[in-house]
T-cell receptor
């Protein structure tokens, strides 16, 4: 099956620093990648949708200057949390899509647990 | 009210039991997904349905479009099935809407 690799799986950083999370589709070309955030005991919340070679579309309430998304190739998207604060501590997970919509099977990374101290 | 309602929220079973998790939704959809989230957080796609029934190993998923309802069944449950099971629906042109998840614990 299709494999999506997400790194790092866990990161601890100090307040004010930036953290980059990578999401790679290893064996298929991902037209679209979705970035989600999940708080404990809650469901996934879509942060943004990124299409290769174009600017990401952010959901309402998500600061695009704080959560920088780059989708430079059909196999790689990155999420950079800039000037991280403790309230940014969360579980971040990406999903890659061949088709660009949800009418095909979903392929998720294993997620990144971010802790900001 | 959430557009996607799952029940039960928590489920504890003994190894070998037959398990059913339900998902009801309120909008017309073009696809419904069942996902499994492991304790470490990783998510695996189990099924994508637009009609009827699908089976994979011990897992069966059904959907009734008219009643806006789907079920996920696990036969001969095993402790390794312990995870959070998430129903997510896709209405064409919209985003994916997730249920709150069902925490399943299967005891040996």
């Amino acid at each position: 099956g299709a494999v999506v690799s997400q790194h790092p799986s866990r990161v601890i950083c100090k307040s004010g620093t930036s953290v980059k999370i990578e999401c790679r589709s290893l064996d298929f070309q991902a037209t679209t990648m979705f970035w989600y955030r999940q708080f404990p005991k809650q469901s996934l919340m879509l942060m943004a949708t990124s299409n290769e070679g174009s600017k990401a579309t952010y959901e309402q309430g998500v600061e695009k200057d704080k959560f920088l998304i780059n989708h430079a190739s059909l196999t790689l998207s990155t999420l950079t949390v800039t000037s991280a604060h403790p309230e940014d501590s969360s579980f971040y997970i990406c999903s890659a899509s061949r088709s660009g919509n949800y009418n095909s099977p979903l392929h998720f990374g294993n997620g990144t647990r971010l802790t900001v101290t | 009210k959430n557009e996607v309602e799952q029940s039960p929220q928590n489920l504890t079973a003994q190894e070998g039991e037959f398990i059913t998790i339900n998902c009801s939704y309120s909008v017309g959809i073009s696809a419904l997904h069942w996902l499994q989230q492991h304790p470490g957080g990783g998510i695996v796609s189990l099924f994508m349905l637009s009609s009827g029934k699908k089976k994979h190993g011990r897992l069966i998923a059904t959907i009734n479009i008219q009643e806006k309802h789907s079920s996920l069944h696990i036969t001969a449950s095993h402790p390794r099935d312990s995870a959070v099971y998430i129903c997510a629906v896709y209405a064409s042109g919209s985003r994916l809407t997730f249920g709150e998840g069902t925490q399943l614990t299967v005891n040996p």
